[in-house]
């Protein structure tokens, strides 16, 4: 009985003219930019940091967020399917017999699309990009520009997965119950953990969280520490969701933790190590 269940069907296009669609992923996408530059700005006048530097910085966070989740999914997840074909990574297009690339100008090739991104390869290129950004536009530490963007990445965590949500993707196991979502569009005939929603709303949560400890607290004077507080806050709830999702790798399927929670460790305790660090003014 799933009297209890709620079942999903919900069409991942807003609209579809012509062949050119519009996703809800997309829109979520773009709503997350948009509030995240409205935001940003705000802390960038409370910083007394120009807006003009604001272009330089999303173009830093966009382009490493891309290629570090591309990545990410290539090397963590995916290896298997690239080492003989590096470059499917970055090429959109697979051969097949009798089939056509773009209008029929290049016989034997199908457009594929890019697919397949990870959140883990985004948490280690968005950093280093960042890195460049603070010393090449900001002439400020880089932990600075870090506690900064972890409140702005919560909420575009928060969107990310409510888009993933309208797809019916990357959701969770079977709850054994009555209770859950049945994603009727993957397929499923049974209620599952909508774990898009458990990770969407941790995130606005924490994104709460972060914007109030900078705006009504004294922490944001300690390098370091905002972001310390989102490391641990937004891996530990990676870790502790990722046991009722499905296996993103299927040959991993039995391993005690699987890929996601192997490594969010290493994030979680990078985040212990910078609250609990000294920073300059306390030495």
């Not at 773009?30 to 604001?54: A, C, N, R």
């Not at 949560?205 to 705006?215: D, M, P, V």
């Not at 929670?261 to 300059?280: A, D, E, N, T, Y």
């Given at each position: 009985?799933?009297?209890?269940?709620?079942?999903?069907?919900?069409?991942?296009?807003i609209?579809?003219?012509?062949?050119?669609?519009?996703?809800?992923?997309?829109?979520?996408?773009?709503?997350?930019f948009?509030?995240?530059?409205?935001?940003?700005?705000?802390?960038?006048?409370q910083?007394?940091i120009?807006?003009?530097?604001?272009?330089?910085?999303?173009?830093?966070?966009f382009i490493?967020?891309?290629?570090?989740?591309?990545?990410?999914?290539?090397?963590?997840?995916s290896?298997?399917d690239?080492q003989?074909?590096l470059?499917?990574?970055?090429?959109p297009?697979?051969?097949?017999?009798g089939?056509?690339?773009?209008?029929?100008?290049?016989k034997?090739w199908?457009?594929?699309?890019?697919?397949?991104?990870?959140?883990?390869?985004a948490?280690?290129?968005?950093?280093?990009?960042?890195y460049f950004?603070?010393k090449?536009?900001l002439?400020?530490?880089?932990?600075?520009?870090?506690?900064?963007?972890?409140?702005?990445?919560?909420?575009?965590g928060?969107?990310i997965?409510?888009?993933n949500?309208?797809?019916?993707e990357?959701?969770?196991?079977?709850t054994g119950?009555?209770?859950?979502?049945i994603?009727k569009?993957?397929g499923e005939?049974?209620?599952?953990?909508?774990?898009?929603?458990?990770e969407?709303?941790?995130?606005?949560?924490?994104?709460f969280i972060?914007?109030?400890?900078?705006?009504?607290?004294?922490?944001k004077?300690?390098e370091?520490y905002?972001?310390?507080?989102?490391?641990i806050?937004l891996?530990?709830?990676?870790?502790?969701?990722?046991?009722?999702?499905q296996?993103q790798v299927?040959?991993?399927?039995?391993?005690?933790l699987?890929?996601?929670?192997?490594?969010s460790?290493?994030l979680?305790?990078?985040?212990v190590?910078?609250?609990?660090?000294?920073?300059?003014s306390?030495?």
């Amino acid at each position: 009985m799933n009297f209890l269940a709620i079942t999903w069907d919900w069409n991942p296009e807003i609209f579809n003219i012509g062949g050119f669609s519009v996703r809800w992923y997309s829109l979520m996408f773009v709503i997350s930019f948009l509030l995240g530059v409205h935001l940003m700005k705000k802390i960038y006048t409370q910083d007394g940091i120009s807006h003009e530097k604001m272009d330089p910085l999303f173009m830093y966070t966009f382009i490493s967020m891309l290629v570090g989740m591309r990545l990410g999914e290539v090397f963590f997840y995916s290896w298997p399917d690239y080492q003989d074909n590096l470059w499917k990574i970055i090429l959109p297009f697979e051969k097949r017999e009798g089939s056509e690339m773009l209008f029929g100008l290049v016989k034997g090739w199908k457009f594929t699309g890019i697919s397949g991104f990870a959140s883990h390869g985004a948490a280690v290129a968005i950093p280093i990009a960042l890195y460049f950004y603070a010393k090449k536009h900001l002439q400020k530490s880089w932990l600075f520009i870090l506690d900064r963007m972890g409140i702005m990445v919560a909420l575009a965590g928060f969107f990310i997965r409510m888009g993933n949500f309208f797809n019916s993707e990357i959701y969770g196991k079977e709850t054994g119950t009555s209770f859950g979502v049945i994603f009727k569009r993957a397929g499923e005939k049974y209620p599952c953990h909508p774990t898009q929603l458990y990770e969407a709303f941790s995130y606005l949560a924490l994104f709460f969280i972060l914007w109030r400890l900078y705006w009504k607290t004294d922490k944001k004077q300690k390098e370091g520490y905002l972001f310390g507080v989102f490391m641990i806050a937004l891996w530990s709830l990676r870790f502790l969701i990722e046991f009722v999702k499905q296996p993103q790798v299927e040959e991993r399927g039995q391993w005690a933790l699987n890929t996601g929670q192997w490594l969010s460790i290493p994030l979680i305790l990078i985040g212990v190590w910078l609250m609990l660090r000294k920073s300059k003014s306390e030495n």
